[in-house]
């Protein structure tokens, strides 16, 4: 990872540039807190129907377990382990996780099934858990409240049927607030954050305005971390932008 301490956005966040330092591949061990997770999981939100195990790993180990659709919640959840068994590199003094695993919320006519999966439209988000999940282990960085990552250099829609083509990291608001955080023992505590899907033009609002602006769109547009592939873009109008 290379960053520029002097390269800052127009809102003043500094901008970060993973053009280098990934680390070699290295087969992962089996994951320490699987069980915990999965018992959390369902304390929270509901019976694991499944997950989706990796047969080869690397760095870390990373499943995605699957909580299906319910009346009292209608929506799909998938939630990784594996990702806190490594701390994330944090900025020395800063009072942020260490410890994270993440999340996606997808509506109940999302499509999860094997032959389902062989296809991006339903896959991409799947994909997104496993490839941020081992990022800030590859690139020795951190993942936490307001971080974004665009798919690609230039930023490249997650499939052919959405314009979505970046990341942004945030606790989610469709599970209960207990499931944000997991104590493992007095050293180890692991949070619980949501991967929120983003167009170019609000990857681009937050970097010319900051995190507030693009927050306060989605409170007036209603989106949360509910993923709708066409949803309303909220940095952009009819006749051109906000």
Known sequence: MSHDEKLVSLSGAPIFRYTDGEKEWEAAQGEECIE????????????????????????????????????????????????????????????????????????????????????????????????????????????????????????????????????????????????HSLEINAEKTISFMSIVPLYEEEMNLKLRKGSDALLDRFDKHGITDLILENRKNTAKKRFGFF
């Open 36 to 179: 915990q997770i999965s018992d959390h999981i369902e304390r929270h939100i509901g019976t694991v129907d499944m997950v989706f195990h990796e047969v080869l790993s690397d760095t870390v180990h990373i499943d995605v377990h699957h909580v299906k659709p319910t009346p009292q919640r209608p929506f799909h959840t998938l939630v990784t382990s594996g990702m806190s068994d490594l701390p994330m590199t944090v900025p020395e003094g800063a009072e942020v996780p260490r410890y994270l695993e993440l999340m996606v919320t997808l509506p109940e006519y999302w499509q999860l099934n094997e032959e389902a999966l062989k296809d991006e439209q339903w896959y991409w988000p799947v994909r997104q858990l496993k490839f941020l999940a081992r990022f800030p282990h590859k690139y020795s960085t951190w993942l936490g409240w307001g971080h974004t990552l665009p798919n690609g250099d230039p930023a490249e829609p997650f499939a052919d049927n959405t314009q979505l083509c970046g990341a942004l990291i945030l606790p989610s608001v469709t599970v209960p607030q207990g499931f």
